[in-house]
C-alpha cells in the first residue's frame, strides 16, 4: 500500500513553548501508526531540534522544515540549506506552498531548483500545488495544477519522482473553512496520478503519496482519506489543536 500520511504545518504559529506542549499533548494521546502510516510535523526553523528530540526512536514520525534554500551553502542570509537541516535530523521539507508562492513569489521553475537540489541530497519533498478560486470556477483546474507539475516536477527521472510526496491544496480551501468535497479531491487527486502515469507509467503514478490539504479537520478526515486516490492531508489550522490532529492521524487508511 502507498504510504498514507498525516502531515501537520504549523506555519508561523505557537513558540516555543506551545509547540513542545502540543508535541507532548499529542504524544500522550492514543494514536496508532501503521507501517505504512507516518506522521509529519511541519514546524518552524528553530523547533526543529526540540521536535527531532521529542521523537526520537519512534518510527514512522518525521520533522520537515516548512522551505529550504535552493542553494547548498555560502553567502545567502536568511537562508537555510538542505546540509544545515540534515545537519539537525530533517528528512522532509515543504516545497511551494501557495503562501510562499503568493506572499514570496516562488515560481515552478524556482521550485524545480529547490526539489533537484533536496532530490540530489536525499531530502524528500513535500510538494504542494493547487488552484486559486477563479481557475476553479472557470473549470481549469486540472490544467493549472498539470503546468505545475510540469514545470516542476517532470524534468526528475521516475526514481527521483518516487521520493516526491505531493499535496493538493486547492487554495480557495485552505485557511478559509472550505473543504473541496470528497468527490472533487478524488477527482483530481485521480487526475494527478493519470497526469504522472501519462509520462511515468501506472507503476511509478501508482506509488506517490498525493495529500489533500485545505481545512482538513477531525470531522472530515476520515471522508476524505477514505478516497481511494488521497493518502492523507497536510493539515494548517487543525493540527495545532492536538485532539483534532490526532483524531487526522487515526482517519488515515
Ligand atoms: C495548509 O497550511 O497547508 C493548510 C491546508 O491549512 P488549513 O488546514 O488551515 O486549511
Given at each position: 500500500?502507498?504510504?498514507?500520511?498525516?502531515?501537520?504545518?504549523?506555519?508561523?504559529?505557537?513558540?516555543i513553548?506551545?509547540?513542545?506542549?502540543?508535541?507532548?499533548?499529542?504524544?500522550?494521546?492514543?494514536?496508532?501508526?501503521?507501517?505504512?502510516?507516518?506522521?509529519v510535523f511541519a514546524v518552524p526553523f528553530p523547533y526543529l531540534s526540540m521536535a527531532v528530540q521529542k521523537f526520537a526512536g519512534?518510527?514512522?514520525v518525521f520533522i520537515a522544515a516548512q522551505n529550504c534554500s535552493n542553494k547548498k551553502n555560502g553567502a545567502y542570509t536568511g537562508e537555510t540549506s538542505v546540509e544545515i537541516l540534515q545537519s539537525v535530523g530533517i528528512q522532509y521539507v515543504v516545497l511551494?506552498?501557495?503562501?510562499?508562492?503568493?506572499?514570496?513569489?516562488?515560481?515552478?521553475?524556482?521550485?524545480?531548483?529547490k526539489?533537484d537540489i533536496c532530490l540530489a541530497n536525499n531530502m524528500k519533498p513535500i510538494?504542494?500545488?493547487?488552484?486559486?478560486?477563479?481557475?476553479?470556477?472557470?473549470?481549469?483546474?486540472?490544467?493549472?495544477?498539470?503546468?505545475?507539475?510540469?514545470?516542476?516536477?517532470?524534468?526528475?527521472?521516475?526514481?527521483?519522482?518516487?521520493e516526491?510526496?505531493?499535496?493538493?491544496?486547492?487554495?480557495?480551501?485552505?485557511?478559509?473553512?472550505?473543504?473541496?468535497?470528497?468527490?472533487?479531491?478524488?477527482?483530481?487527486?485521480?487526475?494527478?496520478?493519470?497526469?504522472?502515469?501519462?509520462?511515468?507509467?501506472?507503476?511509478?503514478?501508482?506509488?506517490?503519496?498525493?495529500?489533500?490539504?485545505?481545512?482538513?479537520?477531525?470531522?472530515?478526515?476520515?471522508?476524505?482519506?477514505?478516497?481511494?486516490?488521497?493518502?492523507?492531508?497536510?493539515?494548517?489550522?487543525?493540527?495545532?489543536?492536538?485532539?483534532?490532529?490526532?483524531?487526522?492521524?487515526?482517519?488515515?487508511?
Amino acid at each position: 500500500m502507498r504510504k498514507q500520511i498525516a502531515a501537520a504545518n504549523w506555519k508561523m504559529n505557537l513558540t516555543i513553548q506551545q509547540g513542545e506542549q502540543l508535541l507532548n499533548d499529542i504524544i500522550a494521546k492514543p494514536h496508532d501508526l501503521k507501517s505504512h502510516q507516518l506522521a509529519v510535523f511541519a514546524v518552524p526553523f528553530p523547533y526543529l531540534s526540540m521536535a527531532v528530540q521529542k521523537f526520537a526512536g519512534k518510527s514512522n514520525v518525521f520533522i520537515a522544515a516548512q522551505n529550504c534554500s535552493n542553494k547548498k551553502n555560502g553567502a545567502y542570509t536568511g537562508e537555510t540549506s538542505v546540509e544545515i537541516l540534515q545537519s539537525v535530523g530533517i528528512q522532509y521539507v515543504v516545497l511551494g506552498h501557495s503562501e510562499r508562492r503568493e506572499y514570496y513569489l516562488e515560481s515552478n521553475q524556482f521550485l524545480a531548483e529547490k526539489l533537484d537540489i533536496c532530490l540530489a541530497n536525499n531530502m524528500k519533498p513535500i510538494f504542494c500545488c493547487g488552484e486559486p478560486l477563479a481557475i476553479r470556477e472557470a473549470n481549469t483546474q486540472n490544467e493549472f495544477v498539470a503546468k505545475q507539475l510540469n514545470e516542476s516536477l517532470f524534468h526528475l527521472t521516475a526514481e527521483q519522482l518516487q521520493e516526491v510526496v505531493i499535496a493538493y491544496e486547492p487554495i480557495w480551501a485552505i485557511g478559509t473553512g472550505k473543504t473541496a468535497s470528497s468527490a472533487q479531491a478524488q477527482e483530481i487527486h485521480a487526475f494527478i496520478r493519470s497526469h504522472i502515469a501519462s509520462k511515468y507509467g501506472n507503476t511509478v503514478a501508482d506509488s506517490i503519496s498525493i495529500l489533500y490539504g485545505g481545512s482538513v479537520k477531525a470531522n472530515n478526515a476520515v471522508e476524505l482519506f477514505s478516497q481511494p486516490d488521497v493518502d492523507g492531508g497536510l493539515v494548517g489550522g487543525a493540527s495545532l489543536i492536538a485532539e483534532e490532529f490526532v483524531a487526522i492521524i487515526n482517519a488515515l487508511k
